[in-house]
């Protein structure tokens, strides 16, 4: 069966890309979904949490989650388990040898937790050779879904781990701080992934040349530069295109307290369009709900702490849409607001 | 964000459209798009500046002017080589004669201003072209146009019992009066104008604004205002039902 891992990972001047390398000997088809959004407390770990519940629960999927908030972890807390004994840091300080054996079980079944880092501060500069000893590991693991929940920033890690992912996961607040985050966050995961196409297309120069002349090409935007590249060399842009469109992140928008706030998410993906050049699909919606607070206070995931609740169909909805692409984006906020 | 620039991307991108996009969605797709880029939209927070925005409110603007009148957007769907069923159905399906007819959808429609575009108008006019697209930059003085005034067509107005859309325009062109002039005097929307003009009502806002409308523009033109938005929303209802 084939993996479904796309060699999506991006390098930068001091850093060579990071190689995947294709497995031979998969047993099922794997997905590895990043959770990303580049501000804190925009509900990242809430929603890797919940849509691992619903995969394991509702699809019966083995499904893996991994807390990659390196410094910050507390996924763990969400799921209702204690820190585990062994997290992230003992992989990255080789106490464990194998990634699996840091796989800790949950109360739901078919669910599973790498907790990560917390005790060293670090521990979120990893070096490069271990970010790819990780990534091989990651992949090897035993699951049909692995869920990255990505900690806030634009830490190289971070847009590594978002861009090694088969389907990257970017949570927006209807506030411009998290607007402004979510930009810089697209922004700079497009840069990086163009670097390793930079490096894979030998087109640095290309590059290089239209960015020097960038004032007088008027290339003001992401979208811009793929187009001159188009202009000045039609099969490169178009192979930089092709590999451009691997970088379609999805996006979903919490904290929804009216249609404007849903149409905010149709917005942004509009602008995307326009000024990276780059397809970000709005997967959907979650509402503003004071049960997520109840929920984290009573250290319970709100699906199984509220089952009735209105982000239960919420999230089934864009759990469901995940799982087939094809399902159009259902707009009926407003029937419950 | 300078205008070349943005000229890379189509009309038809500028405002999320589809190149077979009806009227319908042209009028929904433009006024999304007012809405994301402007002044204050979230949307656009900390990518956009506010010259960028406005330049690209202007390129809206300029989009839905060609998009949104079948002729325009014929002209434009021919110099960039786009194939849109849309206005090929609006230009084929007809007499030869009836080509002007042909481009509005609505079915009270009667006849097109008589300084319109051509009748042989599948043939690219570029001057013409040009001229549409510049509508939006056109004369936005306070200032009453002058114009010959012609008995007969005096005559014509007070007569007048119908109040056809293509009547406003003749007598909008009659009178001198841009669509910016006209935009500028009554504080209606250039595109609504517009659509008072061809009878689309599908483009046009809810009833009752439609009748003020046409209430203030009938009034700018000399007309009757009572007498002919009742004639005018008489067929707006009608159409509606």
């Not at chain 1, 020097?212 to 935007?221: I, P």
């Not at chain 1, 995307?272 to 919606?285: A, R």
Request: glycine share 6%.
């Amino acid at each position: 069966m084939s993996i479904l891992w796309n060699k999506r990972t991006a390098g930068n001047q001091e850093q060579v890309p990071v190689e995947t390398t294709e497995q031979t000997s998969g047993e099922r088809s794997k997905h590895v979904w990043a959770v990303g959004g580049g501000k804190g407390g925009v509900g990242k770990t809430l929603i890797a949490a919940n849509l691992g519940i619903m995969l394991s629960r509702e699809a019966g999927k083995r499904v893996i989650l991994v807390d990659l908030d390196l410094g910050g972890a507390n996924l763990h807390t969400c799921i209702g388990i204690d820190l585990p004994k062994f997290t992230l840091s003992d992989f990255v300080q080789r106490d464990v040898d194998n990634l699996e054996e840091l796989v800790v079980e949950t109360p739901i079944k078919n669910l599973g937790l790498i907790s990560g880092a917390q005790d060293f501060l670090d521990i979120a500069n990893i070096k490069h050779s271990q970010k790819q000893r990780f990534l091989t590991h990651l992949k090897n693991l035993d699951a049909d879904y692995i869920i990255l929940d990505l900690g806030a920033g634009t830490t190289f890690n971070t847009l590594d781990f978002f861009l090694a992912s088969d389907l990257g996961i970017i949570t927006l607040v209807p506030e411009p701080t998290s607007i402004e985050n979510v930009y810089r966050f697209i922004k700079s995961a497009f840069y990086r992934r163009l670097k390793t196409i930079e490096s894979t297309l030998k087109i640095k120069q290309l590059i290089d040349e239209i960015m020097h002349k960038r004032v007088e090409n008027n290339v003001n935007t992401p979208a811009d530069l793929l187009t001159q590249i188009d202009a000045m060399d039609p099969v490169i842009g178009q192979k930089v295109r092709a590999e451009m469109q691997l970088f379609s992140p999805k996006l979903i928008i919490n904290m929804v307290r009216s249609q404007t706030d849903v149409e905010l998410g149709h917005a942004v993906s509009s602008v995307c369009k326009k000024y990276f050049g780059i397809d970000v699909e709005l997967l959907g919606y979650i509402e503003y709900d004071n049960l997520v607070w109840q929920s984290v206070r009573k250290k319970a995931p709100i699906l199984l702490e509220f089952p009735n609740s209105k982000l239960v169909s919420n999230f089934n909805r864009i759990y469901k849409k995940l799982l087939n692409p094809t399902i159009k984006f259902v707009d009926d906020v407003t029937e419950r607001l | 964000m300078n205008k070349n620039n943005n000229n890379k991307l189509s009309y038809y991108e500028i405002l999320d459209l589809t190149e077979n996009a009806t009227r319908k969605e042209i009028v929904e797709a433009y006024q999304k798009a007012k809405g994301i880029y402007g002044k204050d939209s979230m949307a656009v927070y900390s990518l956009y500046s506010n010259e960028d925005s406005t330049e690209m409110l202007n390129l809206i603007d300029e989009a839905y002017q060609v998009l949104i009148n079948p002729q325009r957007r014929e002209i434009y769907n021919k110099e960039h080589n786009i194939n849109s069923h849309r206005s090929v159905v609006n230009i084929f399906f007809d007499k030869p004669g009836e080509i002007k007819r042909a481009f509005v959808e609505t079915p009270n429609f009667k006849r097109m201003p008589e300084n319109d575009i051509s009748e042989e108008s599948p043939e690219i006019n570029k001057e013409a072209f040009k001229a549409y697209v510049s509508i939006s930059k056109q004369d936005m003085t306070p200032t009453l146009p002058d114009y010959k005034s012609d008995d007969e067509m005096e005559i014509k107005i007070k007569a007048e019992d119908n109040f056809y859309g293509d009547f406003f325009a003749e007598v909008r062109s009659y009178k001198n009066m841009s669509l910016g002039y006209v935009s500028n005097k009554t504080k209606v929307p250039i595109y609504h104008i517009e659509a008072v003009e061809r009878e689309d009502y599908s483009a046009l806002p809810a009833r009752v604004y439609t009748i003020g409308f046409l209430k203030t523009y009938s009034r700018l033109l000399g007309f009757d205002q009572e007498k002919a938005s009742k004639a005018y929303i008489e067929r707006y209802d009608k159409a509606i039902k």
